[in-house]
């Protein structure tokens, strides 16, 4: 099977590749309510993979227990698997966090919130734009 350039795909293919609600997260920046995300509280061992295109992002040895309602990781799993960028909607400034494979959207980069993690980053990212595959995280 030819690999497949999910930059070239129009609308209408995610659209057919995609649920609703998934469309409207990845496709459309949308943000999926707090709490309800099925990898919020998740702890299990794994890789999270994009859900739009399957490339790898994020891994649990990153997660962290943020309390802010959606899942969050301190790193990426390589710098160069997510894309960062301005984002100015709801007059704010936040940094959005895309996907560096298909350019999907995943959520947004928290900087300097006091956590005690590594990095003191909070990548927020909405449990509808990954897929957790379990198995063991090699260090
Ligand atoms: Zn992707």
Redo the contacts with the bound molecule.
């Keep these: 099977m030819a690999q497949e350039n999910?930059l070239d795909f129009s609308d209408q293919k995610w659209r057919e590749r995609l649920s609703d609600a998934e469309y409207h997260v990845l496709r459309q920046a949308g943000t999926e309510p707090p709490g309800i995300g099925e990898y919020t509280n998740t702890t299990t061992e794994g890789v999270y993979r994009?859900r739009?295109?399957g490339?790898e992002l994020f891994r649990s040895t990153e997660k962290f227990d943020s309390h802010c309602g959606w899942p969050a990781f301190f790193s990426p799993l390589a710098g160069d698997s997510v894309i960062e960028r301005e984002d100015r909607s709801l007059g704010m400034v936040r940094t959005e966090v895309l996907?560096a494979?298909?350019h999907?959207h995943l959520g947004h980069v928290f900087a300097g919130e006091g956590y005690d993690t590594p990095t003191d980053l909070r990548y927020c990212i909405n449990s509808i734009s990954l897929t957790l595959e379990e198995g063991p995280v090699e260090n």
Excluded: R
Aim: aromatic fraction near 12%.
């Design positions: 999910f994009c739009a295109c490339a996907c494979n298909c999907s």
